[in-house]
């Protein structure tokens, strides 16, 4: 049975950072796409960040470039999104996805290219 399982957040002062991990078990990272998405209330989930996992490709929202840095470990089957200078607005519940029905991801972004997601991280950034 393929799981996807997020950890690492918190709650944080504006400025500070976290690092959120992603586990992938049941499900091998190997050249295709995964990524971090984030959902704050009454808002729709939106891609942050993306990784072409076993090469160097990454994808990351607008709102988020020079602050997150997302990252692999193969041998851990884990993705990592390290996130600097947060902000308020980065208050969201934070989701792994994974394509573990094999489908090739063509918009890494795009939550619809995922089918395998975790529970979620809650992440907040308070003022």
């Known amino acids: 049975q393929v799981q996807v399982v997020e950890s690492g957040g918190g709650s944080v002062q504006a400025g500070g950072s976290l690092r959120l991990s992603c586990v992938a078990s049941g499900y091998t990272l190997n050249s295709n796409w995964m990524g971090w998405f984030r959902q704050a209330p009454g808002k729709e989930r939106e891609g942050v960040a993306a990784?072409?996992?076993?090469?160097?490709?990454?994808r990351y929202a607008d709102s988020v470039k020079g602050r997150f840095t997302i990252s692999q470990d193969i041998a851990k089957n884990t993705v990592y999104l390290q996130m600097n200078s947060l902000k308020p607005e980065d208050t969201a519940m934070y989701y792994c996805?994974?394509?573990?029905?094999?489908?090739?991801?063509?918009?890494?972004?795009?939550?619809?290219?995922?089918?395998?997601w975790g529970q979620g991280t809650q992440v907040t950034v308070s003022s």
């Open positions: 990784i072409f996992t076993g090469g160097s490709s990454t």
């Open positions: 996805a994974a394509p573990t029905n094999g489908r090739w991801v063509f918009r890494p972004l795009s939550r619809s290219e995922y089918n395998g």
